[in-house]
């Protein structure tokens, strides 16, 4: 395929600017020069930190221009931002107008061609090609395109006639040994093709379209590693073939080399900016890598593009089902689909088996949201029992020793030092704060204690606690002191 290169169109775009710096575009205007001048002015000035272009407003101002009358030039230029923001059906819409404005437009012709091509019109383009080589029947390369549209159009015997005739007087010719190779794949005559690449090797060893085509040729024959090796053959001669880089894209993506993947993928979009496969491998990869911000940001990009295009739908909501897990913006690439398509799904339509699969996941999480949730609840109430637990048996070690410590006399000394073992472990457990221990040491507690407080309770060991020391002996009766027989009375004096 002959390519419009961006530098050829960059030169295009620029006439006239002179390089200076634009301070303002009148995006209001209807003058339909100063609409061209400005898009010109767009495409000439890209952001100074970023170096992007804003090919959307350049569009948007060619586009204008061209509604205005601007003409032949500035259609071909819309059809060209058109291309670079990945819109082939505006792409072509433009480029039409351009060579229906003049026919004898090579650049609006052949680009025309190619995005009819990218859009599987086959026959349109190889009606392109026919009127070409009609007027011009010693353009070989123009015969050679339309010799690889006839290919891609399935029209093998009229291409294989148009290579005999370049054949005839240039037996030497490079490029049409390339088309009979990927003519010979197409009919599944793998040896022909590899024969026809190796013949176009032989005229011209730096051709990345040969490399390619044998590798592709490699590849249905299940050698893979000798494909790899052919693609990155043709990548390294062309580091933009589209093909070659398609190819290797796909391969890289099926054995997991999500890094080759999105290297030759972007490698491809910026050689075919309008190409929505080569967008939507590059998305694949990135979210292979794990930058699915960017996957998503693209799949939006190609469904802006083409609002039919069905797997960047698909794409998107298996992007949010399995890796971001986010399942409203997962169903609202389906909703969007079933939006786009409305009346022309079928029940039994794929896009309803990825929205069961999206709800029974969200179920899922719903529902293991709610464990979740209940096993923290569980936790916590968990945490705070042995919390209490760890206090409670600090109050009962200290109450316990007291205990040991003012009935030691009524407490039999084998079941003070036994008990005071178990203090002293749920001492060291309550410092430690090992709530895994306590149940344990509190089953042990709980074993010993209790005896040791019927003890306590006893009246003798009460006694002990009220006043402190052993009750003294009863006292024995005094023995009552001997009477001493009362004395006689005095008799009374005899008078003298």
Known sequence: MRTILVGLVAALLTVGCGGKKVKSIDMESNNPKVNFQGGLDVIDNPDRRTGAVDYEKAYTLFNKAANLGAGKAASFNAGWTAEQLGRPADAELHYR???????????????????????????????LYESRVESQADDIESRNELIAALVKAGRYDEALQHAQTILRDNPDNADVYRNLSALYYAQDNYSMSQLMAEKALELNAGDPGVYNNMGVTYLIQGDEPSAIAKFKEAVNLDTKNFEANMNLGYVALASGDFTLAKTSFESATTANPSSLDAKLGHAVALRGTGETKEADELYDQIIKANPKYDRAYFNGAILHLRYTKDFKKSLDYIQRYKDANVG?????????????????????????????????????????????????????ITDTQQKLTTYSDCIDEGSVEQVSMILEQAQIIVDQKDASMAQDVQQLMDAFLPSINEVIQTPECQALGSGGGAPAPAEEPAEAPAEEPAEAPAEEATPQ
């Open 344 to 396: 022309q799904i079928a029940p039994d339509h794929p896009i309803f088996g990825i929205q069961t699969q999206v709800e029974e996941a969200q179920e899922q999480e719903r529902l293991a949201k709610e464990a979740e949730e209940r096993r923290k609840r569980e936790e916590e109430e968990r945490r705070k029992r042995e919390e209490q637990l760890l206090k409670d048996m600090a109050v009962v």
């Open 97 to 127: 107008k351009a060579y229906e404005a003049d026919p004898a437009m090579e650049k609006a012709m052949f680009s025309l061609a190619r995005v009819l091509l990218e859009q599987g019109k086959n026959d349109e383009a190889v009606a």
